[in-house]
């Protein structure tokens, strides 16, 4: 696991949910990497605000065009990885680990229990609690 770079971004995140709606740079949501074109996103989910940090950049995570079949969308890219391949490969996580950490679906007890979407915070949250749970 890349604590170091988990910590990043866990730190981002908690810097984005003290900003004011108002002066974020963009919606934050789980449910898409990237929304709008690359480097002008209009929303984010917590990998996709990864692929902005520079400090994160400068080892490699970057938002990348990707084609899947006649699709094609924005997502996080590390070396010849992409998406959730990506995802794991850069942090050094497994599979299960990248999908609770970061996933729309791993939040989905704030939807029913809480009536609201993930935020930021909930996301850090979630990192300090993995990078805590690790020997």
């Known amino acids: 696991m890349r604590v170091d770079r988990l910590e990043i971004l866990a730190t981002h995140l908690e810097k984005l949910a003290e900003t004011p709606p108002s002066d974020l740079p963009r919606e934050f949501d789980l449910t898409m990497w990237w929304r709008g074109k690359a480097g002008y996103g209009t929303a984010a989910c917590a990998i996709g605000e990864a692929t902005q940090i520079p400090a994160l950049q400068e080892q490699g995570l970057r938002l990348g065009d990707i084609v899947w079949g006649s699709c094609r969308h ?33 939040y989905s007890q704030l939807q029913y229990e809480e009536a609201r979407n993930a935020e930021p915070l909930d996301v850090a949250a979630r990192i300090r609690e993995i990078i805590k749970a690790t020997p």
């Not at 996080?76 to 850069?90: K, R, S, Y």
């Not at 299960?96 to 729309?104: E, G, H, I, L, R």
């Open 74 to 106: 924005l997502g996080p890219v590390f070396e010849d990885h992409t998406d959730w391949e990506a995802v794991q490969e850069f942090f050094d996580l497994t599979e299960p680990q990248a999908w609770n950490t970061f996933s729309d679906s791993a």
